[in-house]
T-cell receptor
Framework: DAGITQSPRHKVTETGTPVTLRCHQT?????MYWYRQDPGHGLRLIHY???????DKGEVSDGYSVSRSKTEDFLLTLESATSSQTSVYFC???????????FGPGTRLTVT | TQLLEQSPQFLSIQEGENLTVYCNSS?????LQWYRQEPGEGPVLLVT?????EVKKLKRLTFQFGDARKDSSLHITAAQPGDTGLYLC????????????FGGGTRLMVKP
């Protein structure tokens, strides 16, 4: 299995609080992604990174920011969480842009 | 409207039945991937198809890429309870953009 971990695995937070999710890889893959998964929507790309300090927006980036200061770590931050951000968040990695993606185990976030 | 439309969204069948899941788009892809996701886990790649008209078999699963590279199908023969899960298609390249885009998924339940 690809070495991808996500932390925390579960989190409950209140509306308006900041939240940071962490993705850590041991595969030295160039690309890292953050997705959210909601019923009926499949996986929607939030942000992705193509190298250290190189990031770009995805389909549903509003309300989210990311940072990648090291190859192995990709952080997703919700500056002020809202109930609409309740979701399951997946991190993924790949060697190339259209290559197979390897997914982490997911983080279930509930914003009350 | 999603770039990739999957149908049906839900499918509940008895063990031993055959089924087909479809992934359709108006965009042309350079490649199309199929993933399976089990509850509580991240998606895992099943197959990648890259040539128009290509057929790939993985035991009881048959994957086909449309001649025009706009659609794909997954056929399962003699489904088993272990096939239960969420099936996701993902495409990218050509006029579909430089990032993988995921369909909404087909949730399959195979009852013993």
């Amino acid at each position: 299995d690809a070495g991808i971990t996500q932390s925390p695995r579960h989190k409950v937070t209140e509306t308006g609080t900041p939240v940071t999710l962490r993705c850590h890889q041991t595969e030295n893959h160039r690309y890292m992604y953050w997705y959210r998964q909601d019923p009926g929507h499949g996986l929607r790309l939030i942000h992705y990174s193509y190298g250290v300090k190189d990031t770009d927006k995805g389909e549903v980036s509003d309300g989210y920011s990311v940072s990648r200061s090291k190859t192995e770590d990709f952080l997703l931050t919700l500056e002020s969480a809202t109930s609409s951000q309740t979701s399951v968040y997946f991190c993924a990695i790949s060697e190339g842009q259209l290559d197979e993606q390897y997914f982490g185990p997911g983080t279930r976030l509930t914003v009350t | 409207t999603q770039l990739l439309e999957q149908s049906p969204q839900f499918l509940s069948i008895q063990e031993g039945e055959n089924l087909t899941v479809y992934c359709n788009s108006s965009s042309v892809f350079s490649s199309l991937q199929w993933y399976r996701q089990e509850p509580g886990e991240g998606p895992v790649l099943l197959v990648t198809v890259v040539t128009g008209g290509e057929v790939k078999k993985l035991k009881r699963l048959t994957f086909q890429f449309g001649d025009a590279r706009k659609d794909s199908s997954l056929h399962i023969t003699a489904a088993q309870p272990g096939d239960t899960g969420l099936y996701l298609c993902a495409g990218g390249g050509y006029n579909a953009g430089n990032m993988l885009t995921f369909g909404g998924g087909t949730r399959l339940m195979v009852k013993p």
